[in-house]
């Protein structure tokens, strides 16, 4: 009996199916409206939320949030429908039936197939949300987060990518039909962003978390050799402290006076141990250890963080001031319109005596 579907491999069974009623162009139309829908709000609330953002993180923002929407609504979609999708008229299922003109698997409920989108939906897509909230934040976890996000999409993909092609090669089996825009335009293009971006961004978040361990040992990130044991016993929070470190240093845009790489040797040991004199001026004022983000150019003041909050250590006098805003961008911005004397920050009193 001739099957009545145009699906590869021929002759193999999709029970209930049923053709869709939507032409190609009406599915696709409405799969690329519904994604500028997207991107242009969630480009909106970054923007708002913040006004700093730059571009690589925007666009960074953008790709995440549109590949939550789609982990979670369409791959979510088939991994509670996957075993009556091939009869629904429902819009994403024939977005699905669609689709699988480049990969009958789909509809023949497969289980690697059902599988692999079921992690992909369950748990990239929230993450992705997640992730993208992060970069828009600022949160220390972003790059940690953003490497294990982006290596499970580029394994799912290569897995995916890996299957198909063993069949084919080792079985002859071929689940695509021959035209060209099905096998190249569907499966090999759409599939291939979540191999070179994750890729990209992976690149990304392993030289900036580099960055942030060379920084604590003062050598370069690009000279692993250099990098010897890392003691973080002093402190239960060193690791955020770290990864917030070497991200807000290889990301942030200090005020006109002010640098993120002291070239002085002593500015190192004044914060390496729990003896060393940033360190105590912190335990002084009753705080956790400090993390330097900058310093004014005459090695005066500088900016260091505690937990989730920001300080002014001031030398000439030996004081510490607390900023009322918990947002460094925000700090930096009104350092660079109107300088420290623009930002409310409150005296601390110590606890114990500073040692002058």
């Not at 690329?32 to 666009?59: F, G, H």
């Not at 979540?194 to 900036?208: E, F, K």
């Not at 060193?238 to 500015?267: E, K, M």
């Not at 009753?286 to 310093?295: K, Q, R, V």
């Amino acid at each position: 009996m001739t099957p009545d579907h145009a699906y590869y491999p021929v002759g193999v069974e999709i029970p209930s199916y049923v053709p869709n009623e939507w032409s190609t162009l009406a599915l696709v139309s409405t799969f690329a409206l519904v994604c500028i829908i997207v991107l242009t709000a969630a480009k909106t609330i970054a923007t708002n939320a913040n006004p700093r953002i730059t571009i690589p993180e925007l666009s960074q923002v953008l790709w995440f949030t549109l590949c939550g929407s789609i982990h979670l609504i369409l791959e979510g979609y088939y991994a509670l429908n996957f075993a009556t999708l091939p009869g629904s008229q429902h819009v994403l299922a024939q977005l699905w039936k669609e689709y699988s003109m480049s990969d009958s698997r789909y509809l023949t409920s497969h289980a690697f197939v059902m599988s692999m989108e079921s992690i992909t939906a369950w748990c990239w897509g929230p993450l992705s949300f997640v992730l993208a909230s992060f970069i828009v934040t600022d949160n220390p976890f972003r790059h940690p987060l953003q490497i294990i996000v982006s290596t499970g999409q580029l394994y799912g993909d290569i897995l995916y990518y890996g299957t198909c092609a063993f069949d084919f090669l080792v079985y002859g089996i071929e689940y695509s039909r021959p035209e060209g825009y099905y096998f190249y335009g569907y499966f090999v293009l759409l599939n291939g962003f979540w191999i070179v971006i994750p890729i990209l961004l992976i690149a990304d978040s392993v030289r900036a978390c580099a960055r942030a361990f060379a920084e604590v040992k003062g050598v370069s990130a690009w000279n692993p050799l250099e990098v010897k044991s890392l003691d973080l016993s002093h402190s239960s929070s060193a690791i955020a402290q770290l990864f917030q470190h070497g991200y807000l240093s290889a990301t942030i845009n200090p005020p006109p006076g002010w640098t993120v790489y002291p070239t002085y040797a002593a500015y190192k040991e004044e914060w390496e141990g729990l003896d060393s004199q940033g360190q105590t001026i912190a335990q002084c004022y009753g705080l956790g250890p400090g993390t330097p983000i900058m310093e004014d150019d005459q090695a005066v003041r500088t900016i260091f963080q505690s937990g989730d909050r920001y300080y002014l250590w001031d030398r000439k006098p030996n004081s510490v001031h607390e900023f009322a805003s918990q947002n460094i961008h925000e700090i930096l911005s009104t350092m660079t319109k109107d300088g420290l004397r623009g930002l409310h920050m409150e005296a601390l009193s110590p606890v114990l005596d500073v040692d002058h």
